[in-house]
């Protein structure tokens, strides 16, 4: 893509006015931090999105709150611009519990300014996010007097916890929230400050399987010879869902799941070595199936689903010894989807394989899921975005072709058809989810810059 | 064994002192419980001792108060009689926490009377059984004018934590505690009226397994395909330990393992058939490998050593789906051993199972153990206690040679050398370590009369 004369001196202006405006946004980074909005508690969601509504309104936008059956969808719309195409922003307002509070610097729901850094629960996943998209549209109207395209904001409020209603929302209402392209809800600079982008994400399916065998636990020198011990049976039912080489033994479980293209591997073959951080920060020795290093790590990481347990209970779990036999006995499994696997399929596998392998006294529930999704690299929107962010950050983007996490993406992608990039203003140390969540605002700046360029550079593709 | 008119002359003159002295014995067992002594958190521990060895000195005993590295030993002595063979009470004064106390109906630590019912927190488990052997002493001497034998209290106080100090101390002191038979701490009737006698209980050894596999939890979605996961190796190691056809895979455990002799399958074979209120009680359709009732399933009840998880802990166990790979699992695992089998051989076979499966990372922790152990049902002294039992019940004595729980018998049969029998005051619906533990005062009454006529006929053997 060349850029010419012009639009570099239409940009220029635009960072000028981003520049003018920066305390403002940070200010209503604030207002919007100050409110605040935990969908796993249900607390504080409906004042947020009405907030949300109030910001979009105040912006020019059209902004209506749209029921669903969990949290409300805040809709915000430009209105149609003749001749140009639809931008759409995803993003959420909702946002993780901030436990545990003591470990805190400052309150989590007042914006703290610590030098260049802005502390407060959401100020990066999502509340930061979703400012610079306001802030990028509008500096870009500021500008040129008028948005150049049609601007649509669909900000959901049930992010963190797995998006339950986005895609019925989304099969219902194809017209309204139709677009030619999406910002997604996320975007960072890596360890070296370069931009990362991020084209797919794994799929999701989670599982609860638990084993009943009695009314009531036992005393294991009673009961030890006699009737079957709960803990006994999920733990030799768990043990064929995978086998120690890792690979899940569900019969059709792969069927699937494509592998990397030539393409992706060479994105992956292009991303910085992280693997002696990551090796650092969880003290392991090595990684699984001695990998060490290079593009089949990076690969494996997110090209290969993955089974894993993500707790165990049963029976007697305090200090010392209890002779106890357990009537029940509970596991939490999920399991990390590749394209084009889907959560609705891996259920009745798992069913299946526990009934052959003689454990049809094991229950299994299906508590969560998403699909996997991709954009294809190929996109002229994608290139746009990738170009975009190497003239703002100075340094050529990090594409990942597919990460390890799940989000929503696949209605965006195969309901709504749109080319999906990534754009934003956190950093590997953001501790997103976790206590004294931050951004830095040099990199919030940044993130405005690049959604701003990609609005402007879109209008006219 | 003939028992003469002199004998039968004498017993009931026995009989009606101990009728004489119920409400005295009554008022006792009311004062020890009041003490409260509750091993597993050390509370009321050294009151009660002093409390034990107080009651036996107003009986005419010598009595001492003997430190462990735990809870101390209440010794009572009666003192030598020339020509005569001394008989041990091997009893425990700690008890059972009494929580949950919104179960109880009365004070656990106030022995309340409701017609024939006494409710105590150790009533039945183990103050009551105390109490009978002091009563049937003081009936007999006080009918003879003297002990016909020298008497030995036996009283320690960690029987309901494993009894860990036991061992060692009757190894240290092997002159001290030397005796010609020994009264078990526990007896009772079954649910058809007949009189139990047990001639063995089963070892113990009890582990903790645990794995660690990183420094800290992990996305799932970030360290699935990456970095090993500490349940799935826990769940792997345990499922090695026992295959689903019950049968404990680990090379050289069942090696010491004796079967039942034709002897003891003819004791089985007498008892009373318990399996439809044991399936009704727990809620099971059926018993393990497809057994129904009668002699074999009640050795394999109690022959046959058992691999129970007692329990199960790791990664996130709240409701709903959180995407975590926990660095950290645990189980709990007991084994229920048969002569000759040992706690102490188990840990090393075990460890070498789970390096030789490939699992040199699962730590194991040996918490607790006891040796499994037997009286020779031929012994003189258990065939006058079965013969005792008849009269005093007027129903021949149900034969255990062998029950599936474990306790300190091991030293008492080989260390001192005793010939070990059980007495006592329990019934089934006793709630022995529930709310509202409780005995009946017939079964006391009986249960002091059994005790009387052992030591009686004891003392001329």
């Not at 292009?270 to 020795?285: C, H, I, M, R, T």
Request: aromatic letters at 8%; glycine letters at 10%.
């Amino acid at each position: 893509m060349t850029i010419n004369t012009n639009t570099r001196a239409v940009e220029a202006q635009i960072d000028a006015r981003i520049e003018a405006r920066l305390e403002y946004w940070i200010e209503q980074l604030g207002r919007l931090c100050a409110q605040p909005s935990i969908s796993a508690q249900r607390l504080g969601i409906d004042d947020c999105a009405a907030l949300v509504a109030t910001m979009l309104r105040e912006e020019g936008y059209v902004a209506e709150v749209l029921p669903t059956g969990g949290s409300p969808i805040v809709y915000g719309d430009s209105g149609p611009r003749e001749g140009a195409p639809t931008l759409l922003f995803y993003n959420h307002y909702d946002v993780q519990p901030p436990e545990p509070l003591e470990l805190w610097n400052s309150p989590p729901f007042t914006l703290t300014r610590a030098g260049d850094h802005l502390y407060a629960r959401g100020v990066s996943d999502d509340k930061g996010q979703l400012i610079t998209r306001m802030a990028a549209a509008a500096a870009v109207r500021d500008v040129l007097g008028e948005l150049p395209c049609r601007v649509k904001f669909f900000v959901e409020g049930e992010e963190e916890i797995g998006s339950p209603n986005i895609p019925p929302a989304i099969d219902a209402h194809k017209e309204r929230f139709a677009a030619d392209g999406c910002i997604w809800e996320f975007g960072s600079v890596d360890y070296t400050s370069r931009p990362t982008q991020t084209l797919g994400m794994r799929g999701l399916a989670y599982f609860e399987l638990s084993a009943q065998t009695a009314s009531q636990d036992c005393h294991s020198g009673l009961g030890g010879s006699l009737i079957a011990n709960a803990a006994w049976r999920l733990v030799w039912a768990l043990s064929t869902i995978k086998g120690v080489d890792e690979r899940i033994r569900i019969p059709g479980f792969y069927d699937k799941a494509k592998p990397a293209t030539a393409r992706d591997l060479a994105y992956l073959a292009e991303l910085p070595d992280q693997s002696e951080a990551f090796k650092a920060s969880y003290g392991v020795a090595g990684f699984l199936k001695g990998m060490t290093s290079g593009t089949e790590l990076r690969r494996a990481a997110v090209f290969e689903p993955t089974a894993t347990i993500n707790g165990l209970t049963s029976g007697y779990q305090g200090p010392g010894a209890k002779t106890v036999l357990p009537a029940r006995a509970s596991a939490k499994l999920d399991f990390r989807l590749v394209p084009d696997q889907s959560p609705e399929e891996i259920g009745p596998l798992l069913r299946a394989h526990l009934d052959a392998e003689g454990f049809p006294d094991v229950e299994v529930r299906y508590l969560a899921g998403v699909k996997p999704a991709r954009t294809d690299p190929d996109h002229p929107f994608v290139q746009l975005s990738i170009h975009a962010a190497e003239d703002v950050y100075g340094k050529p983007a990090s594409v990942e072709p597919l990460i390890g996490g799940s989000g929503p993406l696949h209605p965006f992608i195969h309901v709504l058809g749109l080319p999906v990039v990534t754009s934003g203003c956190g950093y590997p140390e953001s501790r997103v989810h976790a206590p004294n969540e931050n951004i830095r605002i040099p990199d919030f700046i940044n993130g405005i810059r690049h959604s701003a360029r990609i609005l402007y550079r879109f209008a006219s593709m």
